[in-house]
C-alpha cells in the first residue's frame, strides 16, 4: 500500500511471422510499457520498419475518418472481430462510397450556402419596405445603390458628408436607427467611399431584384423552400448511407487505429532473420499472466527476465476509495517506484489537518455541501443552475471538471471533521449553541453534565487559556509525529537505496529532533536543565548532540548549517492553531459587532446584518481556501521533504480501449458461430 507496484523489466523473443499476433495481444492485456532495447540486444539486432504496410494501413484509416466525419453519427449495435490485418483491410476497401458521400456533402454544402444568401436577402428586402416602388429601380448601370440601418447620429454625420456629392440620391425611413437607401453614380464612389469612412458606417451592396419588396420576398420564400427541400433530400441520403454503413465503419475505424500503432510499435523491434525481440517493463504481479498468455495465444513466443539498473517507471496501487488523493501527490512529484507511496499518508493527514483549522459547525456543513453540489453537477451535467456564468467561466480556465471533483472529494471528510472540530470548540458561525443542548439534556436526561457545559458549552475553548495550551501542544506533537515518520521512512527509503551512510544522516536529524524538544518540554514544564543535577536532561542533551554527530557523518558538516530548520519545522505546525484562531477571532468580531447594532434601532440593525453577512462571506472564503493551501503545504514541506524524492516516470502501458471490436483473446474463447464477424456491406 505504501510502495508503487514492483516492477520487472522482461524480454519477448517471438517468431517473426507472429509479431503482430504478439502485439496486439500486448495491446489488449494493457500490462506492458514497451522500452527502447537496451544497448547491448540492439548492438546485435537490426530493425526492420514496415513502411508499406503501415502507410497502408494508415491511408485506409485516413479515408475511413474521412467518411466518418461526413456522415451522421449512427447507434452502433453489438461488436465486430477481426482475425488478421487483412481482413480488416478487406472489410474496409469493400465499403465503397467515398464518391457519393463526395457528391452528397458538396451539394449539401452548396444548399446551406444558398440558403444563407437567400435569409440574408429576406432580411434586406424586409427592411427596404419603405419603398413602393419597384426594387428594379435601384439596378442601374450609371450608378450603385447600398443600405444601412444606422443609429440616429451616425445617419446625421454621413448625410452632412453626402450632400457636398453631386447627384447622389439618399432615400430613408425610421427614427433611431434609420433605415438608408444611397444611390450614388459610378464616377463619385471613389468620394463616397472617403465619406462612408469619415462617417464610420457600414453599407451593404444591394444586389439586382425585380420587383416590389413584397413580390421579391415572396420570391425569394419560394426559393427557399425548394432549396429547404433539396437539403432534406440531400440529408437524407446520408443518414441511408449511415444508417448502412456507420456501424461497419466505426468498427473498421476502431481496428485500423489498433492496427497502426501495432506498426509503431513493431518499428521500436529488434529483428534477425527469422525471430523478433522486444523489452518492456510490466508490473510484477502481472508477469506470469503475461507468460500464459502468452503461452496460449503464441506458442512459439517466450517471455523471459531481464535484470536492469534502470530506474523503472512508476505505477501507484493506492486503495480505490483514496484514489483521488493521488492528484495532489503528482502534484507535487510522481514518486519513484523504489520509494514511499505517501498517497494514503496524505489522504489520512489532509482532512485532519483541514478539520482542525475550519474548527467551525456552520462552515463545515457550507463547505461540505459545496463539495457535495460539485461532484454531484460534475457526475451528472446539465440542467440549471444559480452560479453566474461569468463564474462558471472563470472556474473551467483554473481546472476541468474531473480536477474540481477531485478537490471536492479531498474536502468532505475535512468538512466533517471540522463539524466535529466545530461542536467540541462551540463554534457554529462564531456563536455558542452547545450550553444551551448540555442544559437541556442535563436537565431532561439527569446526565449530571458539568458545570462548564452547561454554561460555556465548549468541550475545549481555542480562546481559553487552558484550550490554547492545549492546542499548541497538541499541534506540537503532530509536528513531532510528522517528522519523526518523515525521517523514518527516509531511513528505509536510503535502506532499499543501499546508501547506509545516509540512514545515519536522517537518524541524526531523528536524535536532534527528540533531542531539542524534550529539553523544550523540561523546561516549560519548570524542570531542571542542568545535566549535574538532572541526569534526565543530561541524556536530552547527549541525544542531541549524538545526533549532531551522526548527521555531520553521514550528511558532512555543511549539512549542519540546517540545524534550526528541524525546530522550525515542528514549530511550523502550530500554524494549524493560527489558522484556527484567526477564524474564531474574526467570526467572534462580526457576530459581537452584529448582537451590538441589533440594540440601536432600525438602522443600525440593518448596518449590523450587512456586517454579518459580508463578515461571514468573507470568513467563509478563507475558510474555503485557507486551510486547505496551509494543510497541503505543511505536509509537502514539512513532511515530504524528510524522504521524498519524487520525479518519478508514470506506467504507460501499450494499451486501448475497445468499444466496437472483439480482441483476439475474446475470440479465442468463443466457439465459431460466437465469433461476431463483420457483418456483409450492402450492394450498391
Known amino acids: 500500500m505504501l510502495k508503487p507496484a514492483a516492477m520487472q523489466r522482461v524480454g519477448v523473443v517471438g517468431s517473426r511471422e507472429e509479431r503482430q499476433r504478439v502485439v496486439a495481444l500486448l495491446h489488449d492485456l494493457g500490462v506492458v510499457q514497451i522500452e527502447p532495447l537496451s544497448e547491448g540486444a540492439a548492438a546485435l539486432l537490426h530493425a526492420d520498419a514496415e513502411a508499406a504496410a503501415s502507410k497502408e494501413v494508415s491511408e485506409e484509416l485516413l479515408r475511413i475518418r474521412s467518411l ?66 419597384d426594387l428594379g429601380v435601384l439596378d442601374l448601370e450609371s450608378a450603385a445603390s447600398f443600405f444601412a440601418s444606422l443609429p440616429k447620429d451616425s445617419f446625421a454625420q454621413l448625410s452632412k458628408g453626402l450632400a457636398s456629392l453631386p447627384g447622389v440620391m439618399l432615400q430613408s425611413a425610421g427614427g433611431d436607427p434609420v433605415r438608408v437607401v444611397v444611390v450614388v453614380p459610378r464616377d463619385t464612389l471613389e468620394k463616397f467611399g472617403a465619406v462612408v469612412q469619415a462617417a464610420n458606417v457600414r453599407l451593404e451592396r444591394v444586389p439586382p431584384m425585380k420587383g416590389t419588396a413584397p413580390q421579391v420576398l415572396s420570391a425569394i420564400d419560394s426559393d427557399m423552400a425548394q432549396a ?21 465503419l466505426s468498427a473498421v475505424e476502431e481496428q485500423l487505429s489498433i492496427e497502426a500503432r501495432v506498426y ?23 508477469v506470469q499472466a503475461l507468460r500464459d498468455a502468452l503461452a496460449r495465444h503464441s506458442p512459439s513466443t517466450s517471455l523471459f527476465d531481464i535484470p536492469s539498473e534502470t530506474r523503472p517507471p512508476t505505477l501507484m496501487e493506492t486503495p480505490k476509495r483514496l484514489r483521488f488523493f ?36 456552520g462552515y463545515g456543513v457550507i463547505i461540505l455541501g459545496i463539495a457535495l453540489w460539485i461532484i454531484n453537477r460534475v457526475e451528472h451535467p446539465g440542467g440549471k443552475t444559480m452560479v453566474p456564468a461569468a463564474l462558471r467561466r472563470f472556474a473551467r480556465n483554473i481546472f476541468r471538471p474531473a480536477q474540481f471533483r477531485k478537490l471536492a472529494m479531498a474536502m468532505v471528510p475535512g468538512s466533517i471533521l471540522g463539524i466535529v472540530f466545530g461542536f467540541i470548540f462551540n463554534a457554529y458561525f462564531g456563536f455558542h449553541i452547545n450550553q444551551y443542548l448540555f442544559s437541556y439534556l442535563n436537565t431532561a436526561l439527569k446526565l449530571n453534565l458539568s458545570q462548564s457545559l452547561t454554561t460555556n458549552g465548549a468541550i475545549l475553548d481555542p480562546i481559553s487559556s487552558r484550550g490554547l495550551k492545549t492546542l499548541l501542544l497538541l499541534s506540537g506533537y503532530i509536528g513531532l509525529f510528522e517528522v519523526s515518520l518523515g525521517l523514518v521512512m527516509g531511513m528505509v527509503n536510503k535502506y532499499w537505496e543501499g546508501e547506509t551512510r545516509h540512514i545515519y544522516g536522517k537518524l541524526g536529524w531523528l536524535f536532534v529532533a527528540w533531542g531539542i524538544v524534550l529539553i523544550g518540554l523540561t523546561v516549560l514544564h519548570h ?18 548532540v549524538a545526533g549532531i554527530v551522526l548527521i555531520a557523518y553521514g550528511e558532512g558538516g555543511q549539512a549542519l548549517i540546517e540545524l534550526p530548520s528541524i525546530v522550525s519545522h515542528i514549530l511550523s505546525y502550530t500554524r494549524l492553531v493560527g489558522i484556527l484562531l484567526a477564524s474564531v477571532a474574526l467570526a467572534l468580531v462580526v ?9 440601536g434601532g432600525v438602522a443600525y440593525a440593518v448596518v449590523g446584518v450587512v456586517i454579518l453577512v459580508v463578515g461571514q462571506l468573507f470568513n467563509l472564503v478563507l475558510a474555503l481556501f485557507e486551510p486547505g493551501i496551509q494543510g497541503a503545504r505543511l505536509i509537502y514541506v514539512e513532511f515530504f521533504s524528510k524522504f521524498y524524492h519524487g520525479q518519478g516516470r508514470p506506467f504507460t502501458p501499450f494499451r486501448g480501449k475497445r468499444t466496437y471490436t472483439v480482441s483476439g483473446m475474446e475470440m479465442a474463447k468463443m466457439g465459431p458461430a460466437e465469433v461476431p464477424g463483420p457483418r456483409p456491406v450492402p450492394a450498391r
Open 264 to 286: 509503431e510499435v513493431i518499428n521500436q523491434f529488434g529483428f534477425t532473420e527469422s525471430s523478433f525481440v522486444m523489452e518492456g517493463w510490466v508490473p510484477r504481479k502481472s
Open 228 to 248: 429547404e427541400s433539396e437539403l432534406s433530400k440531400v440529408e437524407q441520403g446520408l443518414r441511408g448511407l449511415s444508417e448502412k454503413y456507420y456501424a461497419t
Open 326 to 361: 493521488e492528484s495532489f501527490v503528482r502534484f507535487y512529484s510522481l514518486p519513484q517506484s523504489n520509494e514511499f507511496d505517501p498517497t494514503v499518508l496524505f489522504a489520512l493527514t489532509f482532512p485532519l489537518f483541514f478539520g482542525l483549522m475550519l474548527g467551525d459547525v
Open 591 to 599: 457576530d459581537t459587532l452584529f448582537l451590538g447594532d441589533l440594540s
Open 527 to 544: 524542570g531542571d536543565v542542568s545535566p549535574s543535577s538532572n541526569p534526565l536532561a543530561g541524556g536530552y542533551i547527549g541525544l542531541a
Open 68 to 133: 466518418m466525419s461526413a456522415l451522421p453519427r449512427s447507434a452502433s449495435t453489438g461488436k465486430r472481430g477481426f482475425s488478421s490485418t487483412g481482413e480488416v483491410m478487406e472489410v474496409a476497401r469493400s465499403v465503397k462510397i467515398d464518391a457519393e458521400v463526395a457528391s452528397l456533402k458538396q451539394s449539401e454544402e452548396r444548399l446551406r450556402s444558398r440558403i444563407d444568401d437567400l435569409r440574408s436577402r429576406a432580411a434586406l428586402v424586409k427592411s427596404l419596405d419603405f419603398i413602393s416602388a
